[in-house]
Nanobody, 125 residues
Framework: QVQLVESGGGLVQAGASLRLSCAAS????????MGWFRQAPGKEREFVAG????????YYADSVKGRFTISRDNAKNTVHLQMNSLKPEDTAVYYC??????????????????WGQGTQVTVAS
């Protein structure tokens, strides 16, 4: 069992930065791939970024490539999403998900086994 808790969301102006964190419980964190997804009002949840269990492989949606960076600290059971140059279209609830095994990082949400409660990110124009 893995429990996930996101933090770091907030209200910022366009062009600003935010760093989201996802803290995980359990002793098998490094065995799980981690993904960040987001869901805007009236839209489906979409993939933002993912990272393999070892941290060696990262993946990004085209819409955030070059602006967002995903990283993980397996010693601290945390995964981060550094978001720079934020745009109003980045406004959404951001969720982190965990999936076993950590060698595969899906870009869709259904394969993920565990989810956090989400953190709101609002980018004002």
């Amino acid at each position: 069992q893995v429990q996930l808790v996101e933090s770091g969301g907030g209200l910022v102006q366009a062009g600003a930065s935010l760093r989201l964190s996802c803290a995980a419980s359990g002793r098998t964190f490094s065995a799980h791939a981690m993904g960040w997804f987001r869901q805007a009002p009236g839209k489906e949840r979409e993939f933002v970024a993912g990272i393999s269990g070892s941290g060696d492989n990262t993946y990004y949606a085209d819409s955030v490539k070059g602006r967002f960076t995903i990283s993980r600290d397996n010693a601290k059971n945390t995964v981060h999403l550094q978001m720079n140059s934020l745009k109003p279209e980045d406004t959404a609830v951001y969720y982190c998900g965990a999936r076993f095994p950590g060698t595969v990082v899906p870009r869709v949400d259904r394969p993920y086994d565990y989810w956090g409660q989400g953190t709101q990110v609002t980018v004002a124009s």
